[in-house]
């Protein structure tokens, strides 16, 4: 079995624990989340074996490098990411509803990974630009904050419902957590996530420095993890201000999230970029 | 002091303009949104294009606002100033009001404050409160003390940890005063420009950014090789460049540079950057043809490498190779220089243009020899840099990570338990005071409480 084959079986499996999640939450069971969350585990299981299974095929290929150096690669290590930061959530503080509105995410970063035909899955050997150990730590400090930020989407958006929510506690969104605690826990992981968005912007600075000469540029991706981190920042400062706890700080959750997506995957849609990592002529 | 400030309502108002957090929010965001346009406008290229792309009222209107190079306009660093003033006078004024709490001449423990705003919890076990207040000493370390409450008299443990992470964000704040610091120093005191310099030959002088403006060096480097290597695959996989850094003519440091892997001299770093290729000097393959009989023969020659020509057309020896030659006014490039040598008649020196291959047959000799294929060497493309606030942006990084890590993850706790007897049992009343991440604080107190229960 190769890696590209396990993790598209990789795919069905978080697919299968989003669902499990999400029918314990609508049918009011708790069987379905608790075989979900042993159905996360073997996926991240599963997800990390082929993160290593791939990284033995490009030393067989001859062209050895950790698995962190293209779309594809990236997107199967924040799936990985995204379920670790669940599973622990979980572990901790129990509360399964949460899964219902995170492991979908895990599920899409790797169908989108696996399906999409816009997304090469060949191990391919690194240009000489990517040559660096800055940018696997990179990688891994980026996608660990993105993952944070993804989890901490999942809790605004729960959070936002709940906000408005009137009816019963037995209803479909009266069974969320309590709105205190879903604010605390989406402001940890804010703060876990900011924490390594900084990191990763500044082992991409470095990285960069090393390569080119010039630790900031003001290219377009640099710019918009900027423009994430901003919004990350106005965020934790928000919570100082009369006015602004509470749903503002969702509603800025949200945009910070669709920054990331953006920085990720819209940059390339801006025009006039220098090719990543390629070496001009 | 106080009083100074009090009586000056400009200078108050000033401060306090400074030190809010509105403003923090409002900057923060408008940098945000601004930093768009740059990434929506691409930065930094020919007016000309810019005026073909928007036309002409928008490259007007564009212009006005810098919008073609919106990061360095007056505006946007306009924005960054107000930040970094913002950020040291909020700092400076917070900072003056928990210094006390971080660093108090005596700590002050008030049994009220942490039963009004505390995290409660409360618990009866058997045991006399003598034994539970040992072992509670115990299980809290070397930082819990004994304590005797003011209102009652009654002994009770005080106990807490962290103060000093909050002076965390301060230093996260610091960081960034840091690289805005760092930033200025690069833009004012360095440089950044690119140079070509051919295999063999050595260069002084940079270009800088995309304009026309120059610099010179201390020193020049010469490019004694360069080298592509490739993947089976056709990728390229590694460039690389042997450099010799040459000071009054003397070579002083040789050195390979590769991409990522940059060669500091003087403060000066060189990276590679890209690669070029140019005729080569030293060898090329000639055709010569012959006047009489119209065929043509192939041969690759060596400078300073003299052949005999077939049919009897005499020698030709290749002299040297020159990077421009001139005839008749005008400029015809890089060209070989040779010297033919017929079997019979005096010798003729010949000019071989690279780019002109018919030139020799104007000369309407017995041969004539043009270049058939000229052998390549490369041009290293280097970038050289001078940042003297590099170390400046770095140290900020590093207090950036520490400052955040502390913030986020140390918290300023504080512990404080009364306990009693309560009908041959032990009463527990506990309270907890976190700065940050009540939850966690919850959570602790809860299993603090179950192990002295147990205990
Ligand atoms: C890019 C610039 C800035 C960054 C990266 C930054 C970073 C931070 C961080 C990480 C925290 C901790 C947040 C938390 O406790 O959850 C913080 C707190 C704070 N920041 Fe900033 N900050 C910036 C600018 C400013 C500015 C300009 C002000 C000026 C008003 C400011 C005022 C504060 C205040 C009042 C706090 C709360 C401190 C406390 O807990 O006592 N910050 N900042």
Redesign the pocket.
């Known amino acids: 079995m190769n890696s590209s084959l396990l993790l598209s079986i990789v795919t069905f499996v978080y697919a299968a624990s989003a669902v499990l999640y999400i029918a314990s939450w609508v049918f009011k069971k708790s069987f379905p989340a608790a075989l979900g969350r042993w159905v996360a585990l073997a996926g991240l299981i599963g997800n990390m074996t082929g993160i290593g299974l791939r990284w033995i095929e490009s030393y067989q290929m001859g062209i050895g490098h950790a698995p962190l150096s293209n779309l594809y690669e990236s997107l199967v290590f924040y799936s990985a990411v995204i379920a670790i930061v669940y599973l622990v959530i979980e572990w901790r503080y129990a509360m399964p509803t949460i899964g219902a509105f995170v492991m979908p995410l895990a599920f899409l970063a790797m169908a989108y990974a696996s399906l999409s035909p816009n997304v090469n899955d060949r191990i391919q050997p690194l240009l000489p630009a990517l040559k660096s150990n800055w940018l696997i730590a990179h990688v891994i400090t980026c996608f660990i904050g993105y993952a944070a930020f993804a989890v901490s989407f999942g809790l605004s958006i729960m959070y936002v419902l709940k906000a408005r929510h009137t009816g019963d506690a037995q209803s479909l969104i009266g069974r969320f957590p309590d709105i205190r605690v879903l604010d605390e826990l989406n402001h940890q992981m804010i ?1 876990f996530g ?1 924490l390594f968005l900084t990191a990763g912007i500044i082992t991409g600075s470095v990285w960069a420095n090393s390569a080119w000469g010039r630790y900031w540029g003001w290219d377009p991706k640099e710019t918009w993890s900027l423009i994430t981190w901003f919004i990350y ?1 106005t965020l ?2 928000a ?2 201000m009369r006015g602004w706890q509470g749903k503002r700080i969702a509603y800025l959750s949200m945009a910070g999230f669709a920054a990331v997506l953006f920085t990720y995957f819209g940059v390339n849609l801006l025009p006039g970029l220098h090719s990543y990592g390629a070496m001009g002529q | 002091m106080a009083d100074i400030r009090t009586s000056n309502g400009i200078w108050h108002e000033i401060v306090s303009f400074f ?3 509105r ?2 929010i409002v900057l ?1 965001l408008s940098l945000a949104v601004t930093s768009i346009i740059g990434t929506v406008i691409p930065q930094n290229a020919a007016p000309a294009r810019y005026f073909m792309q928007y036309g002409e009222f928008w490259f007007r209107i564009f212009s006005v606002f810098d919008f073609f190079d919106m990061y360095h306009s007056w505006w946007f660093q306009t924005m960054l100033i107000l ?1 970094a003033i ?2 040291v006078v ?1 700092s400076i004024e ?1 900072l003056r009001a928990t210094w006390t709490v971080i660093f108090p001449h005596r700590v002050n423990i008030q049994s009220e404050r942490f039963r009004k705003s505390g995290i409660a919890v409360s618990r009866t076990f058997p045991g006399t409160p003598d034994q539970a207040r040992e072992a509670l000493m115990q299980l809290l370390g070397k930082q819990a003390q004994l304590h005797t409450a003011s209102e009652n008299g009654k002994p009770a443990v005080f106990w807490e940890t962290g103060r000093k992470s909050r002076l965390g ?1 301060y230093v ?2 610091l960081s ?1 005063v840091l690289l805005l610091i760092g930033g200025l120093m690069g833009s004012m005191w360095g440089f950044d420009g690119s140079v070509t310099i051919p295999e063999g030959e050595r260069a002084d002088t940079i270009q800088l950014g995309t304009g026309n403006a120059r610099h010179r060096l201390d020193f020049a480097i010469r490019c004694d090789d360069f080298q592509i290597r490739f993947y089976e695959n056709g990728m390229p996989s590694e460039y690389r460049s042997t450099l010799t850094i040459i000071e009054k003519d003397q070579p002083v440091l040789t050195r390979d540079i590769l991409v990522n892997d940059p060669l500091t001299y003087k403060g000066v770093t060189i990276y590679q950057a890209s690669y070029g290729t140019l005729p080569s000097k030293n060898k090329a393959v000639f055709e010569f043809t012959s006047r009489d009989s119209g065929m043509v023969y192939r041969q690759a020659v060596d400078v300073g490498q003299t052949i005999t020509l077939p049919e009897n057309l005499g020698t030709f020896t290749l002299k040297e190779f020159v990077p421009s030659y001139r005839f008749k006014g005008h400029d015809l490039g890089e060209t070989f220089l040779g010297v033919h040598a017929p079997s019979e008649g005096g010798a003729i020196e010949i000019a071989v243009p690279v780019q002109f291959p018919s030139f020799d047959k104007m000369r309407k000799g017995i041969v004539a020899v043009s270049v058939g294929e000229a052998q390549t060497r490369y041009a290293t493309g280097l970038q050289v840099t001078y940042d003297p606030g590099v170390w400046v942006v770095y140290t900020g990084f590093l207090l950036m990570i520490a400052g ?1 890590y502390i ?1 986020f993850f140390r918290s300023h706790k504080q512990v404080y338990a009364e306990i009693h007897a309560s009908d041959g049992n032990t009463r527990l009343e506990m309270y907890g005071i976190a700065n ?1 991440n009540r939850l966690g604080m919850e959570r602790w107190l809860e299993r603090l409480s179950d192990r002295l229960a147990v205990h």
């Open positions: 703060m900011f920042a934790l400062h919570r100082f | 030190s809010s957090v403003l923090t923060l930040l913002n950020i909020c917070r964000v996260v704040h960034v955040c913030t940050r």
